[in-house]
């Protein structure tokens, strides 16, 4: 058996992949070269280009106990501009992705913070708000499973408009699909893998989190539903009855 090394770059990447080659699979001589397709890891769901440019549509809406329950309807753009690299202590690529806010575009954008994108042979993990998620691992295979949370305690809280939830109980990270054409918000895209990040329900919670990839483009759209509620009314359908929390869609408008 050889352990064969390979560099790959791909849209920023640049990755030593190794490669165990069983001889009665590849013959091969001494000059040969081997060539690997970025795209069978696929390392193309996430391309990384310094000011690569990404807009998003954010619809939201949020529950709050005030005077009742209350729900606001929001939209809002995102931005998120590909802004600088460094090696972090492990000598590892790191990609600073800073995001701008507006409810109109027309008015101008505000820089609101940045995440940190890693990229690994093996993952892709994001750093955002101060908790670091395994978004994507390679290769993107369907039916793949990874606890994406491993270094989010489930107990974490988040604010909503001055209410608190824990919203990241019971995750478990899946490839639904992977390399098959779909569309999403009425823009088809000809390669596309979906991660199911969360789909719990019980009769007093609901957390539901996927999100959707394109090939040579990125994150083009992501759901989540992260709801509390005391109403026990198993009659209604939850977003009729929660009262902390959000539905929220992210879109991708731009490229």
Same mark, same amino acid.
């Given at each position: 058996?050889?352990?064969?090394?390979?560099?790959?770059?791909?849209?920023?990447?640049? @990755?030593?992949?190794?490669?165990?080659?069983?001889?009665?699979?590849?013959?091969?001589?001494?000059?040969?070269? !081997?060539?690997?397709?970025?795209?069978?890891f696929?390392?193309?769901?996430?391309p990384l280009?310094?000011?690569?440019?990404?807009?998003? +549509?954010?619809?939201?809406?949020?529950?709050?106990?005030?005077?009742?329950?209350?729900?606001d309807?929001?939209?809002?753009?995102?931005?998120?501009?590909?802004? &600088?690299?460094?090696? &972090?202590? @492990?000598?590892?690529?790191?990609?600073?992705? !800073? +995001?701008?806010?507006? +409810?109109?575009?027309?008015?101008?954008?505000?820089l609101?913070?940045?995440?940190y994108?890693?990229?690994?042979? #093996?993952? @892709?993990?994001?750093? &955002?708000?101060g908790? %670091?998620?395994?978004?994507?691992?390679?290769?993107?295979?369907?039916?793949?499973?990874?606890?994406?949370?491993?270094?989010?305690?489930?107990?974490n809280?988040?604010?909503?408009?001055?209410? %608190?939830? !824990?919203?990241?109980?019971?995750?478990?990270?899946?490839?639904?699909?992977?390399?098959?054409?779909?569309?999403?918000?009425?823009?088809?895209?000809?390669?596309?893998?979906?991660?199911?990040?969360? &789909?719990?329900?019980?009769?007093?919670?609901?957390?539901?989190?996927?999100?959707?990839?394109?090939?040579?483009?990125?994150?083009?759209?992501? #759901?989540?539903?992260?709801?509390?509620?005391?109403? %026990?009314?198993?009659?209604?359908?939850?977003?009729?009855?929660?009262q902390?929390?959000?539905?929220?869609?992210? %879109?991708?408008?731009?490229?």
């Amino acid at each position: 058996m050889y352990f064969v090394g390979v560099e790959i770059k791909w849209g920023g990447w640049r @990755l030593l992949v190794g490669s165990s080659l069983l001889l009665s699979c590849i013959a091969c001589t001494k000059d040969s070269v !081997e060539t690997l397709d970025p795209g069978f890891f696929g390392y193309d769901y996430f391309p990384l280009t310094l000011d690569a440019v990404r807009t998003y +549509r954010v619809d939201s809406v949020i529950y709050i106990q005030r005077a009742g329950i209350q729900k606001d309807t929001i939209h809002a753009f995102i931005r998120e501009v590909v802004r &600088d690299s460094f090696r &972090d202590a @492990l000598q590892q690529l790191v990609y600073r992705v !800073e +995001r701008f806010h507006t +409810r109109d575009s027309a008015l101008g954008w505000t820089l609101v913070d940045a995440s940190y994108v890693t990229a690994s042979p #093996e993952r @892709l993990t994001v750093r &955002d708000h101060g908790l %670091t998620f395994i978004r994507l691992v390679f290769p993107v295979q369907q039916a793949r499973v990874w606890d994406g949370n491993v270094w989010v305690h489930p107990k974490n809280q988040i604010d909503i408009s001055g209410e %608190t939830l !824990e919203p990241y109980e019971n995750w478990y990270y899946l490839y639904e699909y992977a390399g098959k054409p779909d569309t999403l918000a009425g823009r088809a895209y000809s390669k596309v893998c979906k991660v199911s990040e969360a &789909d719990d329900e019980n009769i007093i919670q609901k957390r539901y989190s996927a999100a959707w990839y394109a090939a040579g483009i990125g994150l083009v759209y992501r #759901e989540q539903w992260l709801l509390d509620t005391q109403n %026990t009314d198993a009659s209604l359908p939850f977003h009729l009855r929660a009262q902390k929390g959000f539905i929220m869609m992210q %879109t991708l408008i731009y490229p």
